[in-house]
């Protein structure tokens, strides 16, 4: 699972300047609607499943009017699975809608105040809108652009499934600002929220996806040996009750077939005693 805060100052500067109106991103996201009619992708909400391009952008634009003049308005979020994600919840579009609106709770629990006290918000004080794309597009420093093996504004090969959201940099009170961008892991960790996000998936959906990966690798890169001793031990732990578990499963599945068989067998009984005594009356 990829989870990342987009910077307009470092991606997309044109689509994603979060300065001012949210139009230009609404629009640059219905891009793939043009040719789809009645099939195209709505954006959704916390609690809404079609909202309207003109509806997203009134929402998010009037959200902030304690705002002043150059800063920052709203961000974009991007939810990416991994193809083997998509094959585990069988490629349901709505499971991945309902997974996102979670992501939202997981971001809106990760601010803090200056404090370092949690702010208490989930995705419900939250305005925010998402939109769900099949395709990504070769931009012109992609190394097949670069090649003359793609064109910039192809279509990429491949499972490119993935979310956009549009959250407003107040929540619905329009008093509490929110700034996924801060530069303090106090007021708002972006691993943190990355690694919440990605595990949450992983318990959620019973899957050993990106989760466990990120876990690993943060684990590796900034424990102590101590961390990391706990974190293999706590591995073979979880590892052995598995196992245990699969063991106990199978054992279980060997318990109900003898048992099966042993209520067959009375009945099978009484059908060979039958059978001997026409037998033996054809005899006589």
């Known amino acids: 699972m990829y989870v990342k805060v987009i910077n307009p100052k470092i991606h997309g500067k044109t689509e994603y300047n979060n300065s001012g109106s949210c139009s230009a991103v609404v629009n640059y996201l219905g891009k793939e609607d043009e040719d789809k009619g009645l099939d195209k992708e709505f954006f959704f909400s916390h609690d809404k499943d079609q909202v309207l391009s003109i509806d997203v952008i009134r929402s998010i634009d009037n959200n902030c009017p304690s705002?002043?003049?150059g800063e920052a308005r709203f961000y974009s979020l991007v939810v990416a699975p991994?193809?083997?994600e998509m094959d585990h919840i069988k490629n349901n579009k709505a499971r991945l809608k309902e997974y996102v609106r979670d992501t939202m709770d997981i971001y809106a629990k990760n601010f803090n105040g200056k404090n370092g006290a949690n702010k208490n918000l989930t995705g419900k004080d939250l305005v925010y809108y998402a939109k769900l794309e099949e395709n990504r597009y070769y931009k012109g420093t992609d190394e097949a652009v670069k090649q003359r093996k793609a064109k910039q504004g192809d279509v990429m090969p491949g499972d490119n499934t993935h979310v956009h959201v549009i959250v407003s940099r107040t929540d619905k009170s329009k008093i509490i600002k929110l700034s996924p961008l801060v530069n303090s892991k106090k007021l708002f960790s972006r691993e943190n929220f990355k690694l919440k996000s990605c595990t949450h998936f992983d318990q959620h959906y019973l899957y050993e996806g990106a989760g466990?990966?990120?876990?690993k690798h943060i684990v590796m890169r900034d424990g102590s040996?101590?961390?990391r001793e706990d974190y293999?031990?706590?591995e073979y732990e979880r590892k052995r009750e598995y196992e245990n578990r699969s063991i106990e499963n199978d054992l279980l599945k060997?318990?109900?077939l003898n048992h099966a068989q042993e209520q067959?067998?009375?009945d099978e009984?009484?059908?060979k005693k039958k059978d001997e005594e026409r037998r033996r009356g054809l005899k006589m």
């Open 232 to 234: 293999f031990n706590k």
């Open 264 to 266: 067959q067998n009375p």
């Open 254 to 256: 060997i318990g109900h």
């Open 212 to 215: 466990k990966e990120l876990e």
């Open 269 to 271: 009984k009484k059908k």
């Open 225 to 227: 040996l101590q961390q």
């Open 82 to 84: 991994r193809p083997d």
């Open 67 to 69: 705002i002043v003049k």
